[in-house]
């Protein structure tokens, strides 16, 4: 499986859009869960990391050090 390249603060877009209408996520917390929050609406949603890469379509906007 191919490893996704992704950091703390980067948004991304996944394969399935949010209930809100939005499909663009703010990555808050990286670990062996990632926490991701909804652009749109503000809600958070933990997921295990190996569930993220397979759920996660593309790195939206890459976060600058």
């Not at 992704?6 to 949010?18: C, G, P, R, S, W």
């Not at 703010?26 to 609406?41: A, H, P, T, W």
Request: hydrophobic residues 35%; positive net charge; glycine residues 6%.
């Amino acid at each position: 499986m191919e490893e996704k390249d992704f950091a703390l603060n980067d948004v991304v877009e996944m394969k399935k859009q949010h209930p809100c209408g939005t499909n663009r996520w703010k990555i808050i917390r990286l670990g062996m869960d990632i926490r991701i929050k909804c652009e749109g609406c503000g809600h958070s949603v933990l997921i295990p990391r190996r569930e993220f890469s397979r759920k996660m379509k593309k790195v939206l906007v890459k976060h600058e050090e």
